[in-house]
């Protein structure tokens, strides 16, 4: 089955400056990479989401990159502020088949410093 | 809209005790999905269902059970708790169509003592 592994743990920037956080997968079968945010007592939210056949998306401060080739995707967070602060997961699943279940990262905890 | 509605909020149980987790949907989604968090970890796949009388194991089914009778209601029943099933649980929906976006419910935080 798929395997998603996320880096890093935890992540602690000041407020303006660029968050980054990586996710890598194994079942190249993939093509549907959501981003999603967690604040506390809260479930997890649909933030920006990444389909197989587009290397890049953009909306606003948030953006995502996707590398097929070395099954890696990545969110980019610039201008971070204190209401960025949350948890962020990222997640793989097929999108047009199957269950369309998503396998999630371990999460990044995310302390934007004002 | 109500979303995804998920009754308990707060539950604790004894070891050996039974109970059911009540999940609803008001989205006309057809893909629904247990999860359960541990902390610090990420969200791990319990049971799903792809529409009303079809459910299907995830990664980590042992101690649970599910039913799907109508499209709006997927109810997770934990038979004989153990505190292994302390966690976070989850419901989730997707419509199952072109738009993927899985929408979660608020949690369960269940303890078992």
């Known amino acids: 089955g798929e395997n998603v592994e996320q880096h890093p743990s935890t992540l602690s920037v000041q407020e303006g400056d660029s968050a980054v956080i990586k996710c890598t997968y194994s079942?190249?079968?993939?093509?549907?990479f959501p981003w999603y945010k967690q604040e506390l007592g809260k479930g997890p939210q649909l933030i920006i989401d990444?389909?197989?056949?587009?290397g890049e998306k953009k909306d606003q401060r948030i953006a995502v990159t996707l590398n097929k080739t070395a099954k890696h995707f990545s969110l980019h967070i610039t201008e971070t502020q204190p209401e960025d602060s949350a948890v962020y997961f990222c997640?793989?699943?097929?999108?047009?088949?199957?269950?369309?279940?998503?396998?999630f990262g371990s999460g990044t905890r995310l302390q934007v410093q004002p | 809209n109500a979303g995804v509605t998920q009754t308990p909020k707060f539950r604790i149980l004894k070891i050996g005790q039974s109970m059911t987790l009540q999940c609803a949907q008001d989205?006309?989604?057809?893909?629904m999905y247990w999860y359960r968090q541990d902390p610090g970890m990420g969200l791990k796949l319990i049971y799903y269902?792809?529409?009303?009388?079809?459910?299907d194991k995830g990664e980590v089914p042992n101690g649970y059970n599910v039913s799907r009778s109508t499209t709006e209601d997927f109810p997770l029943r934990l038979e004989l708790a153990a505190p292994s099933q302390t966690s976070v649980y989850f419901c989730?929906?997707?419509?199952?169509?072109?738009?993927?976006?899985?929408?979660f419910g608020q949690g369960t935080r269940l303890t078992v003592v």
């Open positions: 269902s792809v529409g009303a009388g079809i459910t």
């Open positions: 997640a793989a699943s097929r999108w047009d088949t199957g269950r369309r279940a998503l396998t």
């Open positions: 989730a929906s997707t419509p199952g169509t072109a738009n993927t976006e899985a929408f």
């Open positions: 989205m006309n989604h057809n893909y």
């Open positions: 079942d190249s079968a993939s093509n549907y």
């Open positions: 990444i389909r197989s056949n587009v």
